[in-house]
Structure formats: structure tokens, C-alpha cells
């Protein structure tokens, strides 16, 4: 029906659109595991799918993410102060 995932917005990290599908990561909904759910949005079908469940991520709110064409790299605060943090992951 095109309708995002409930925990989608509300708990958003990052997004990329990679060419055919919008990429988006968020927090597990129920916040008990610390996984990060990847969903990808088909605009041509407005179908919403699970691409992948990853380990929790150390970046911090105000993070940077860039698509390269295979991966999200993602690059923001850490958790310490002063720190910063990466991450990267094919969601396919």
C-alpha cells in the first residue's frame, strides 16, 4: 500500500536513494535489541521491503551518510566526547 514501516520516521538514523529504491536505517522498534533495521522503499511498485537487520551502530544523532553505488557509508559523532565514529554496509 506504499505505507512506511511504523518505526520508520519516528526513529530514522539515515537514507540514501541508490538509483532504484530509497534506503532507509532505523532503530529496532522496540529498542530492547539495538539492531538497526534497513527497509527499502520501491517508488515504482510503493512497496516498502526489509533489506537487512545490523548491529547497532555507533554513530551518534547528527551523522553524514553518502551512497557509493554498493555501500552506505556512514560517518558522525562517537559515543565518547570528541570522538567520531564510521560504519559501512551492503544492504543488498
Do not use: K, Q
Request: charged share 15%.
Amino acid at each position: 500500500d506504499g505505507a512506511p514501516p511504523t518505526n520508520t520516521p519516528s526513529s530514522m538514523r539515515a537514507a540514501a536513494w541508490t538509483g532504484s529504491e530509497l534506503v532507509v536505517l532505523s532503530y529496532d522498534p522496540i529498542g530492547t535489541s539495538g539492531e538497526v533495521n534497513v527497509h527499502a522503499f520501491d517508488p515504482v511498485r510503493r512497496t516498502w521491503r526489509l533489506a537487512a537487520r545490523v548491529s547497532p551502530l555507533t554513530i551518534g544523532i547528527g551523522n553524514v551518510n553518502v551512497w557509493t553505488g554498493t555501500e552506505l557509508i556512514l560517518w558522525g559523532p562517537g559515543g565518547a566526547p570528541n570522538s567520531s565514529a564510521g560504519s559501512r554496509f551492503r544492504p543488498y
